[in-house]
């Protein structure tokens, strides 16, 4: 069973840092990695989604990298704006959809103006 | 393209009444989803549609649970018998699945039906 952990749970920092949100995956069989964005009390916004033969993908100040064997992918987030604020899921396919995503629990990002 | 809705945005019931949430796919996309999402945790996966067949049911997915998707456009999650429980924000989400057993497709969601059960 395919279990997603993401590290830290929260994470507060001033605007215009660098930062990288953490996630990890047990099962390596994946099909992509999604990275996702929730604001409080509303829906989830997709950022970026990785296939499991690419290495990363970019948008924009978004750059999130996948390294199946180690079952690691970060979400790199570049020059923090407070409107970057909210929370950060990741979400591993591991049936190609037919299954649904299994997510972690989010990281909780706080850009400080 | 106006995205995947859902309707009601927030439903107050007490135990024991059955309870209704309807959603609207973006058009053409052929998966649909639904997941269960509690306070600080991530969504979990209960039940996917492709087209009108419903193809997967997560163990979430009690027999109180039913959902539906005729001729393969919105979709409805039915749940009986409301418990406290059930409490919890419920995402509906939408796909394009361009190939047979591909490689899966980005998911998009809708803002969600929160329910409370009193």
């Known amino acids: 069973k395919q279990e997603v952990t993401q590290i830290p749970a929260a994470l507060s920092v001033p605007e215009g840092e660098n930062l990288v949100l953490n996630c990890s995956f047990t099962d390596s069989a994946i099909y992509n990695l999604q990275w996702f964005r929730q604001d409080p009390g509303k829906g989830l916004t997709s950022l970026l989604l990785?296939?499991?033969?690419?290495r990363e993908q970019t948008s924009g100040r978004l750059n999130a990298s996948l390294d199946k064997s180690s079952g690691r992918s970060t979400l790199y987030i570049a020059a923090s704006q407070p409107g970057d604020s909210a929370t950060y899921l990741c979400a591993a396919d591991s049936g190609g959809g037919a299954d649904g995503l299994t997510f972690g629990k989010g990281t909780h990002l706080i850009i400080q103006p | 393209d106006t995205g995947v809705s859902q309707d009601p945005r927030h439903k107050i019931t007490k135990r024991g009444q059955n309870v209704t949430f309807r959603c609207d796919p973006i058009?053409?996309?052929?998966?649909l989803y639904w997941y269960r999402q509690t306070l600080g945790q991530g969504p979990e996966f209960l039940t996917y549609f492709q087209n009108e067949a419903q193809l997967e049911k997560s163990r979430l997915l009690s027999d109180r649970f039913s959902a539906e998707r005729p001729k393969g456009s919105f979709s409805t999650l039915e749940i009986q018998r409301t418990e406290q429980g059930d409490s919890a924000m419920y995402l509906c989400?939408?796909?394009?699945?361009?190939?047979?057993?591909?490689?899966?497709?980005?998911?998009?969601f809708g803002p969600g039906t929160r329910l409370l059960v009193l």
């Open positions: 989400a939408s796909s394009l699945a361009r190939l047979a057993g591909g490689l899966g497709e980005t998911q998009y």
């Open positions: 058009s053409e996309h052929n998966r």
């Open positions: 990785i296939q499991s033969s690419q």
